[in-house]
């Protein structure tokens, strides 16, 4: 029995887990240290940004799927290239994106919440 193949987005799952962990982290830490003065608690803030990483760890988890050599072996070479590209491309905004995570969480930790 053959392993069933993977979709032609799952190599944009690592990018796509990336941008949307990023924005959503973004958008509740903003909300969390401007407007919800009673969330400002940092362990919300670190449940938060827990839940983001592993979402972009997620991402990164499924993308591998995109380069196994069974999928692979079926594609021309110049699309096995653009493959190989995207969940790369993807794997580095994760990197990225993972340290702007940590950088938010860490205006959590310094700036008072509701100035």
């Given at each position: 029995?053959?392993?069933?193949?993977?979709?032609?987005?799952?190599?944009?799952?690592?990018?796509?887990?990336?941008?949307?962990?990023?924005?959503?982290?973004?958008?509740?830490?903003?909300?969390?240290?401007?407007?919800?003065?009673?969330?400002?608690?940092?362990?919300?803030?670190?449940?938060?940004?827990?839940?983001?990483?592993?979402?972009?760890?997620?991402?990164?988890?499924?993308?591998?799927?995109?380069?196994?050599?069974?999928?692979?072996?079926?594609?021309?070479?110049?699309?096995?290239?653009?493959?190989?590209?995207?969940?790369?491309?993807?794997?580095l905004a994760c990197a990225v994106l993972a340290i702007a995570v940590?950088?938010?969480?860490?205006?959590?930790?310094?700036?008072?919440?509701?100035?």
């Open positions: 029995m053959s392993a069933p193949k993977p979709s032609k987005w799952t190599p944009w799952a690592a990018l796509a887990a990336a941008l949307s962990a990023e924005a959503l982290h973004h958008q509740f830490l903003s909300d969390l240290l401007r407007f919800r003065c009673e969330w400002g608690r940092p362990a919300l803030g670190w449940a938060v940004t827990t839940l983001a990483l592993l979402w972009m760890a997620a991402g990164c988890l499924v993308s591998r799927t995109a380069l196994s050599e069974a999928t692979l072996a079926g594609l021309a070479p110049a699309a096995a290239r653009n493959r190989r590209f995207i969940v790369q491309l993807g794997w940590l950088w938010q969480m860490l205006a959590v930790l310094l700036l008072p919440s509701c100035p």
